[in-house]
């Protein structure tokens, strides 16, 4: 059996939710200042409304991967930040989120929270996740789902939410 080891589910946030998040979240934006093409805002997760619809997206992949609690070691979603991509920008350098800066990565995950013509494009599979309001990605954060960001062909600014399902430590934060 070929798996891919990437669950994409839509309609997981309304368009009304989405609207929400990012007036909530637009306000709250920090201008980044090392060429990451986008402004963004860390979501503080205990306090996030949605966060059972997110554990219940996590319990979905579980049951559909069960192989992630092979694990020897303990794992959450850790970090949650918005992000806003400016007309023609999005984060195109070809990457996985498991570096030596972030070690405990084991899951990346996605809130499409605007609809592109364009979205999260594979290395190795060639298969690209469009940008669909209220879509939930989640795929390994491991060189196996190299990815990139596509740039929207009509110019429109792009709004996501990204997340990280980490191994943790009582005490340790990922960034």
Known sequence: MNKNFILTVDDVFTKQEC????????????????NLNYNFCDIDIENFIYLNKLN???????????????????????????????????????????????PYRVLSLQIYLSNHNCGTEFYFNKKTILSKIGRVSIFPAYFTHTHK????????????ITGYISFFKKGLNDE
């Open 19 to 34: 609207n929400n998040l990012i007036n909530n979240f637009k306000e709250k934006l920090i201008k980044s200042n090392n």
């Open 56 to 102: 219940n997206i996590i319990d979905l992949y579980v049951k559909k991967y069960p192989e992630i609690n092979m694990t020897s070691s303990l794992w959450d979603l850790v970090n949650l930040r918005y992000k806003l991509f400016g007309k023609n920008k999005c984060f195109n350098i070809w990457h996985s989120e498991h570096s030596i800066n972030y």
């Open 149 to 160: 960001g596509q740039v929207c062909p009509d110019g429109n600014e792009r709004s996501i």
